[in-house]
């Protein structure tokens, strides 16, 4: 098993671009989430989806969309890049649905850096 | 809502030394509660986790964490540091299925030779 996948693993854009973060999971599991990492700020959650067909914001949603194509996938789109926007993004995901005592693995992350 | 507070963003411990990272936790209901870690350039990855069956659990690479109510706490402990220890711990709170993982803002970890 991979685990949980994310492309690309860094990327550099200029302002007002627009990119796609990928992440894929091969552990059939129900819930996915994208989280970006500051430094002296943790982890904050931008969006998760509980399972294939659903998606709800989390604590930091505003300049992201999300899609869940499917079981395995769930890609996050930045549709105009600000610099605010430079981090780290990790994809993470659990099973067998949204419990709380459930582990979250996670993916390498990709680091942003928006000019 | 609930929420996590890690005390001191940077810890630094002599190699053999006890090591220490503290979580306190705030949260109306029994939480669920996480210790992950991350070594540099990496995702994280799952220390250990308290889920109400055992207050003192045991996690991998030597760790454990006990889980104390009348505290609010769930602090991380091994008795003795290794370099390869060195890296950035999260505590992270969960309470209810429609709520995901909230996480606190990290503790690096430094190991001294």
């Known amino acids: 098993n991979a685990g949980v996948t994310q492309t690309p693993k860094f990327q550099v854009l200029k302002t007002g671009q627009s990119m796609t973060l990928q992440c894929a999971q091969d552990?059939?599991?129900?819930?996915m989430y994208w989280y970006r990492q500051d430094p002296g700020m943790g982890l904050r959650l931008i969006y998760y989806?509980?399972?294939?067909?659903?998606?709800d914001k989390g604590e930091v949603p505003n300049g992201y969309n999300v899609s869940r194509l499917n079981k395995r996938e769930f890609s996050l789109r930045l549709e105009s890049a600000a610099p605010s926007q430079t981090s780290v993004y990790f994809c993470?995901?659990?099973?067998?649905?949204?419990?709380?005592?459930?582990?979250?693995?996670f993916g390498p992350g990709t680091r942003l850096l928006v000019l | 809502a609930q929420s996590v507070t890690q005390l001191g963003s940077h810890v630094s411990v002599s190699e053999g030394a006890l090591v220490l990272l503290r979580c306190n936790y705030s949260?109306?209901?029994?939480?669920?509660l996480f210790w992950y870690v991350q070594y540099p350039n990496q995702g994280l990855q799952l220390l250990l986790k308290?889920?109400?069956?055992?207050?003192l659990v045991k996690g991998i690479n030597g760790f454990e964490a006990e889980f104390k109510k009348s505290e609010t706490s769930f602090h991380l402990t091994k008795p003795s540091a290794h370099m390869s220890d060195a890296a950035e711990y999260f505590c992270?709170?969960?309470?209810?299925?429609?709520?995901?993982?909230?996480f606190g803002k990290g503790t690096r970890l430094s190991v001294i030779a």
């Open positions: 993470a995901s659990s099973s067998p649905r949204l419990r709380p005592q459930e582990t979250q693995y």
């Open positions: 552990m059939n599991h129900n819930s």
């Open positions: 989806s509980a399972s294939e067909g659903t998606t």
């Open positions: 949260s109306s209901v029994p939480p669920y």
């Open positions: 308290y889920t109400s069956a055992a207050t």
């Open positions: 992270a709170v969960s309470v209810t299925g429609n709520t995901p993982l909230v």
